[in-house]
């Protein structure tokens, strides 16, 4: 296994794939999660609370309490 595809040997031509005798799906194993989609998707769900009324109010009062200059008050 050449060192550049350690990490990604599924991205490997077939060329390679057939000259190193790691074939992907029947010598090595097919990659589990598809890193495109799955980080797609939590990008998703990340913006999609972020938007929320509820989170708005709640970074603003961190922003308040931690990231102001403002003198705060003790709650």
């Known amino acids: 296994m050449p060192n550049d595809y350690l990490q990604y040997p599924h991205l490997?031509?077939?060329?390679?794939?057939?000259?190193?005798?790691?074939?992907?799906?029947?010598?090595?194993p097919n990659p589990i999660v598809d890193l495109k989609l799955s980080s797609l998707s939590a990008r998703k769900k990340i913006f999609s609370i972020k938007a929320l009324p509820i989170t708005k109010k709640e970074s603003k009062l961190v922003y308040e309490m931690h990231g102001s200059r403002r003198k705060t008050k003790r709650r």
């Open 12 to 28: 490997m031509s077939e060329s390679l794939q057939k000259k190193t005798g790691c074939i992907i799906g029947k010598s090595y």
